[in-house]
DNA sequence: GTCTATAAATTGATAGAC
DNA sequence: GTCTATCAATTTATAGAC
């Protein structure tokens, strides 16, 4: 790095580049040449700001390790009620079925297809940001009243349903599924925290 | 198409080897060289079973359904029970945890992969092995009378839970999470069809 | 049918002018 | 810092001898 930072907003570009094509396209099959007509760079520009494909992709995934946190930011300060800020988690796909229906989830395609790159340590990166999510749901369920395990394995379980709905939605081109299947995971989700309302207010 | 059927076995040997290396380290990142080092055919000689790489790996998905549609067969040969039949449906991946770690489901990465490749018929060839696994599921609710939205749904449901759940734990690499998660599932299948026992009798 | 050698195209990465 | 031109490697696919 020879620069503090993104002055001419390229190199800002060309993460949003890649990361919409590698959602899109997948990792692989985006080429840097894809990447550089997408941001509107000379292809031989992108190695000034990335030396590999692979530092790219590493940019990528902080991108979206960014965008995520700052996403469970915002839902932790717009409610306070950890049982609704689970539902966002749920019904969040909603907001934008053509993508999920299109290319599935953003992180979830991404963990899978770079978390078959052995050799690399972009398989490791990715897969943090599953447990992003998984660790936030598991505080929201220790806020209330869930012990270590319980919160754990409940966590794991919601975004087991919430992964496994979108990946199927996506497979099969079905908006309809996603909406049923993850309006059922979210009517499941109030029944089983509906007698946890005072654990939370009195730990407030 | 010259001949009836595989008669050297080659055509065979390297369908399993293509299966086997696009289960481990995914369709794109399989060369054709590695296909034919695997089966111990040389490279050139792969054009002669298979014209295109593409071909080759319609081969591998007709070959996956085969296999599923074997494994559905015996499972209803060996219980009446479709509360039985269910079971084993979720708890299946257990019994090659290792594979699971470390590649995730084999369909559905598959369909993950192939799902992005728009340009290509493989996508919707591929889906058609989640589509398979889901209408099994469903005729095995409706058996335990539940009407055609209903057991659509639950089979839905389930089939998500289970790809939600490997994926998971392939991502982060966790054979307990796979454990403990597929026995979550399977203890709240048993308890929610508990009272459908008599409807399945009846209808034997 | 089987295999070697190679063509043809793609693509990540680099060199070097400006 | 920016960009053009090009290298080097990979990989799908084909040609043609045996």
Redesign the pocket.
């Known amino acids: 790095m020879?620069?503090a930072y993104d002055?001419?907003g390229?190199r800002t570009e060309l993460i949003r580049a890649a990361k919409h094509l590698f959602y899109r396209q997948g990792y692989?099959?985006?080429?840097?040449?894809?990447v550089a007509q997408e941001a509107a760079?000379?292809?031989?520009?992108?190695?000034?700001?990335?030396?590999?494909?692979?530092s790219?992709a590493e940019a990528v995934i902080a991108s979206h390790a960014e965008t995520l946190q700052n996403t469970y930011a915002r839902w932790e300060q717009q409610n306070d009620d950890p049982r609704l800020r689970l539902g966002r988690l749920v019904t969040a796909p909603l907001d934008s079925v053509e993508s999920v229906i299109r290319s599935g989830c953003p992180h979830g395609s991404l963990c899978q297809e770079l978390g078959k790159l052995e050799d690399s340590p972009l398989a490791a990166h990715a897969s943090q940001l599953l447990a992003l999510s998984i660790d936030w749901a598991q505080k929201q369920f220790q806020r209330m009243g869930a012990d270590e395990r319980q919160s754990r394995e409940r966590a794991e379980e919601l975004v087991a349903a919430v992964q496994g709905t979108m990946f199927l939605a996506h497979t099969l081109r079905s908006p309809q599924l996603l909406a049923t299947q993850l309006n059922r995971i979210k009517k499941r989700l109030d029944e089983e925290t509906l007698n946890s309302v005072e654990g939370v207010k009195a730990d407030e």
């Open positions: 020879t620069r002055s001419s390229k692989r099959t985006t080429t840097l040449d894809n760079v000379p292809l031989g520009n992108v190695h000034y700001y990335f030396q590999t494909k692979q790219l």
